[in-house]
């Protein structure tokens, strides 16, 4: 009899250590990247899912990293430095187009936000204005690239726009004070400080030249990582279902930490703190990301003939 119960709680002791999410002591490793380190969208939730334990809830030993823009963001993961990686969904297709190996997991939400911004004294009024001018993008090959190539095209700008990139957002956001640059293409999360000093003015709101439905940003795995580790992508995609239902269901933490961590003026967080209304899902619709992928073509940002079908870029494997 003593045998058989010291066999029924080895049994019950291995049960729960498979069962039970960090019971078995060997917590499996994933190193996220996000695209910005100030950028409120993708910090507040990798803050959130390390400081509230919801990484340790699902089993993961997971560290986050920040780069400097989505085109960085994507040399990490061709270089395997990151499992996964928070970024825009215009520099994702456009990186996969270009034989990134990565597949789209998980879409965040949050609406589009960005938008062509100008010092509040700019002779230019318009989008028609910037014509001739010198525009602003963080990373040559990110989404804000992508977004301004398509925009001048829209407007028939042809060569009469100059895209320089600046190398990322204090960068950027210094050229534009400065008046380096005309314009800058840039998130108003990322340019809310000027916007709250009065500073900037936006001519130009990019969710005006995108087709409905749309996406803004996404998840992505590397596509080894994903054969190999498939329970570590569906617990990291939870994890953060966790972390987005918490920073926005607990407005006083996340405007903290917004002023703590990003550095965001008072005024600032109070700004964008409504904007942050994350999927309760994360599912990708499919015929967003359709849309992502037909834009871009037809405004020659990345070419007809390495076009990629959107259905082999994503999957709804651990998504609601």
């Known amino acids: 009899m003593k045998v058989r119960f010291v066999v029924f709680l080895l049994l019950l002791a291995w049960a729960a250590m498979v069962l039970v999410p960090g019971l078995s002591g060997a917590a499996e490793k994933v190193k996220i990247g996000i695209a910005l380190r100030t950028h409120a969208v993708f910090v507040m939730p990798m803050l959130a899912a390390q400081e509230k334990g919801f990484w340790k809830q699902q089993g993961l030993d997971a560290e986050w990293l920040a780069f400097r823009g989505g085109a960085a963001l994507g040399q990490a993961a061709a270089a395997k430095a990151i499992h996964m990686g928070m970024t825009g969904v215009a520099g994702t297709v456009r990186a996969i187009t270009r034989k990134l190996p990565v597949t789209i997991v998980y879409h965040p939400g949050v609406a589009n936000d960005f938008g062509i911004w100008v010092l509040t004294n700019s002779p230019v009024k318009k989008p028609a204005d910037l014509r001739g001018k010198k525009i602003d993008v963080t990373r040559r090959g990110g989404t804000s690239y992508s977004y301004a190539t398509a925009v001048a095209r829209t407007l028939g700008f042809g060569k009469d726009v100059r895209l320089t990139a600046a190398g990322g957002i204090r960068s950027q956001l210094a050229a534009l004070k400065s008046g380096a640059v005309d314009a800058a293409m840039i998130t108003l999360f990322a340019i809310a400080p000027l916007v709250v000093r009065g500073e900037v003015r936006e001519v ?15 998840v992505y795995s590397r596509k080894d990582f994903l054969a ?7 617990k990291m995609v939870k994890s953060l279902l966790q972390a987005t239902k918490f920073v926005m269901e607990n407005r006083d933490w ?8 990003s550095k965001y003026p008072p005024k600032a967080a109070e700004l964008l703190y409504p904007k942050l209304i994350y999927s309760k899902d994360g599912r990708i619709d499919p015929k967003a990301l359709n849309n992502v992928r037909q834009f871009l073509l037809d ?9 990629i079908p959107a259905k082999d870029m994503y999957t709804n494997q651990f998504t609601g």
């Open 254 to 261: 996340t405007i903290g930490k917004m002023k703590s961590y």
């Open 228 to 234: 190999k580790n498939p329970d570590s992508v569906g």
């Open 204 to 218: 130009l709101h990019m969710v005006d030249f995108l087709p409905k439905p749309w996406m803004s940003r996404v």
């Open 299 to 307: 405004y020659k940002v990345i070419p007809a003939a390495d076009a």
